[in-house]
Structure formats: structure tokens, C-alpha cells
């Protein structure tokens, strides 16, 4: 085991037994009443992450997980099946690619088990839809495999730059922050790559669909690797791209090849279970296309989004509705079912349970069609301003 793999293993040890203690200390009580209602139309979700979380590596963490949500009336997980150019089941094309079939760590601590296939089947029996989460989109760190096997497949900005600090805000909290490389979304190569960890996830488990995010696109000032130069020359008569990264035309023509590739991404997935959900969580509209050129408001419009979970993760309360009012999520709520992604805490930023049941009545006042929870942990699992039995309760209030 190197270096960095001994470092992860004794940091999501160290959580995970954090976790179970915390959590095992608080678990009488709640959990061991019945559901006072059946599951609600409502999208009451939470993700589950692998970044400063210890839910996926510990082998009882996913049932208790599983149970408490159940027993809260959550009706939605999102776990993490691709971060860090690791998938979170076995793989057979990542093991082509990049020699691994699976995270290194989580199949040691499951000994060998497909820890999807575990989820799935526990969550169908508890009436949870299952929508495995592709975090990482097209983000990868430079010590990946896949990143030093491919070193052609990756994006780069002007001047040498070939990465982006880009982390999760729980990464971020905890010190774990790496500039990251970014896989081209232009790259054929890549397409088929990524196209095919998708549709083997479609095929071969029992869930309800995928998720992308914020990261399935580019950074606007990528684009300068010599792939993606011949190719806009290819279409410009010979011209090179603008120097410019924010210039009009240029962010046009890359952000519509990444809308090509977000068609046929919709397409293959309901080629194989048409009843399956394509769901994005993506940052605001003006955010997202100006800085990493995903136009996810004519993703919208074009038919390629079955499911919106809008990331709005600020503790302003007039900052926060005015996320909800913006014209691109009015939008998008007159053709497919739009949630709100909430912050709930990270380890070193907890949110008190206060400001979160204000944020969850805000969205019920506007119709949306539900909520999701950023990310698990910090729901009660841990360091969090009140106990563990206390936010409990105020879920089943919020969720009864």
C-alpha cells in the first residue's frame, strides 16, 4: 500500500470508528418507532459521499445509514459511484482503462464485496430510489491512473495551466484539497469512457437512474490542449480559438459539444432502461455556463434532463431565495420536477438544524418538488450543534 492509499486508509478508519460511536451512542429512541406515514411523492434525499465520510467504507455503516433514513422517511440516496478516477462498484470499464475494477480502499474494507449491489438491493427493500452519483464527472487528480495512463485525454489552459483547485467544500474543510485535472468532454476518447461507465451502471444494477453535477463539463478557461485547437480549427477554417477564454462565440462552441455529448448520454441510458432517470445537480444557470460551460437551462429544454437538484448551498436566507427565483429554475420547474440541494454541514462547518428547516419551508413555499441533503455525516452522524437524537427528530417533524 502506498503512501497515499496508507494515508486515506488511517483517515476513513479514524472517521469511520468517530462515526460509529457517535452515532451507536444515539441510536435508541427514534429509530425504533414505526413510520407514521408511507413515503411521500416529496424527493426527500441525501448523498452519500466518500470524502470525508466514512458511510461507504465501514461494513455496517451502509445498513445503519440505510435503516435511519428509512425510518426518517427519506425516500432518495445518491451515492458516489465515480471520484477520484475510482468507480464505487466493480467495473469492467475501468479495469480495462485503468487497470482497477474498483476503489482500492472499498474493496478491502467489504472484502471484495460490490458494495452497489449491496446498496441497491437494502435500499429497495426500504422504498429508496437508488441514484448512483457520478461525482467526479469529468475532474481527476494528476496521480490518478487514468490521468497518467492518458495523459491526451486531458484539457489544459493557456500558458501551461493544466489544472483547476476544484473540491468539494468537505474536501476543502478538510485539508484533502488537490488541484485537479480535467478530462477533456470534447475528447472521443473520453465520451466512450465515461459514456460507458454510465450505461454499465444502467445495466447491471437495480436503480432508478444516474446523476451528474457541477463538474460535468469544463472549466471555462480549458480548452487549449492541441485536441480540442485542430478540431475548432477543423470547424473555423483554420483559425485558432481566442485567446480570450471568455470570449462569446468560444464558450458557445465548446458548452453546445458538451450538450451534444449530454444527448448522447440520454440517449444510450434510455436505449437500455428508458424508465430511468437522467438527474443533474448542477450550480445556478449564470454560474455554470460562465465559469464551467454546462448549460443545463437548455439541457432543460431540449428533453435531456428527467430530474433538477439545484445546489444552493448558502446560509443567507435572502441569498438562498433569490437562487430559487431565478428565471432559469422558474424554467425548468414548468417541464421536469426541480429540487433543492441544501446544505446540512460539513465536519468543520456544521449547519444548525434552525437554518435548515427554515431552508427546507422555504422550497415547500415555492412549489419545488423536493429536497436533497448535503451529504449524509452531517445529517447527525457527527460534530453537529445539536445531538444526534435531537436532529433526528427534527427530520421525522420535517419529514412526517
Known amino acids: ?37 408511507p413515503l411521500s411523492t416529496e424527493i426527500r434525499g441525501v448523498w452519500l459521499t466518500n470524502v470525508a465520510s466514512g458511510v461507504l467504507f465501514v461494513p455496517w455503516g451502509i445498513n445503519r445509514a440505510l435503516n435511519q433514513l428509512s425510518a426518517l422517511n427519506f425516500n432518495t440516496i445518491y451515492p458516489v459511484v465515480w471520484n477520484r478516477g475510482h468507480t464505487f462498484y466493480q467495473s469492467a470499464v475501468a479495469k480495462m482503462t485503468t487497470g482497477s475494477d474498483t476503489q482500492p480502499l472499498l474493496k478491502f474494507m467489504h472484502g471484495g464485496q460490490d458494495v452497489l449491489t449491496k446498496i441497491a438491493k437494502l435500499a429497495k427493500n426500504k422504498d429508496l430510489r437508488v441514484i448512483p452519483w457520478f461525482e467526479y464527472g469529468f475532474m481527476t487528480p494528476h496521480y490518478s491512473e487514468l490521468a497518467r495512463r492518458y495523459p491526451d485525454w486531458l484539457t489544459i489552459g493557456q500558458q501551461g495551466i493544466n489544472s483547476i483547485q476544484d473540491s468539494p467544500p468537505e474536501e476543502i474543510d478538510n485539508g484533502l484539497v488537490n488541484k485537479q485535472a480535467w478530462l ?5 476518447q473520453v465520451q466512450e469512457f465515461i459514456q460507458g461507465l454510465i450505461v454499465e451502471v444502467i445495466k447491471n444494477y437495480d436503480v432508478d437512474g444516474i446523476q451528474l453535477d457541477d463538474h460535468f463539463g469544463m472549466p471555462v478557461q480549458f480548452g487549449y490542449d492541441p485536441f480540442t485547437i485542430e478540431l475548432y480549427q477543423q470547424e473555423h477554417q483554420g483559425k485558432n480559438p481566442p485567446n480570450d477564454p471568455f ?17 448522447e448520454i440520454y440517449q444510450a441510458v434510455k436505449a ?20 464551467y460551460l454546462q448549460d443545463w437551462e437548455n439541457w432543460v429544454k431540449k428533453g435531456l434532463v428527467d430530474e433538477l437538484i439545484l445546489q444552493v448551498y448558502r446560509s443567507d436566507k435572502n441569498s438562498f431565495i433569490a437562487q430559487l427565483e431565478q428565471p432559469s429554475v422558474k424554467l425548468a420547474q414548468t417541464l421536469i420536477p426541480v429540487g433543492i440541494g441544501i446544505l446540512s ?28 441533503f448535503f451529504y449524509w455525516e452531517s445529517l447527525w452522524g457527527y460534530i453537529v450543534p445539536e445531538s444526534p437524537q ?3 427528530k427534527a427530520f421525522l417533524d420535517m419529514f412526517n
Open 184 to 188: 477533456n468532454p470534447l475528447h472521443p
Open 272 to 291: 437500455v432502461k428508458p424508465k430511468a432517470k437522467i438527474s443533474l445537480s448542477p450550480n445556478y444557470q449564470a454560474f455554470a455556463y460562465k465559469y
Open 1 to 37: 500500500m502506498n503512501q497515499v492509499a496508507r494515508r486515506f486508509f488511517c483517515y476513513f478508519l479514524c472517521l469511520g470508528l468517530v462515526i460509529t460511536i457517535t452515532v451507536f451512542s444515539h441510536s435508541s429512541g427514534l429509530l425504533s418507532s414505526q413510520k407514521t406515514s
Open 345 to 372: 454541514g460539513t465536519m468543520h462547518n456544521p449547519v444548525k438544524i434552525p437554518q435548515i428547516k427554515a431552508q427546507v419551508q422555504a422550497v415547500r413555499d415555492r412549489n419545488f418538488d423536493g429536497i436533497s
Open 390 to 392: 435531537q436532529r433526528r
Open 247 to 263: 470570449n462569446t462565440e468560444w464558450m458557445r462552441w465548446r458548452a453546445d459539444k458538451i450538450t451534444d455529448f449530454m444527448a
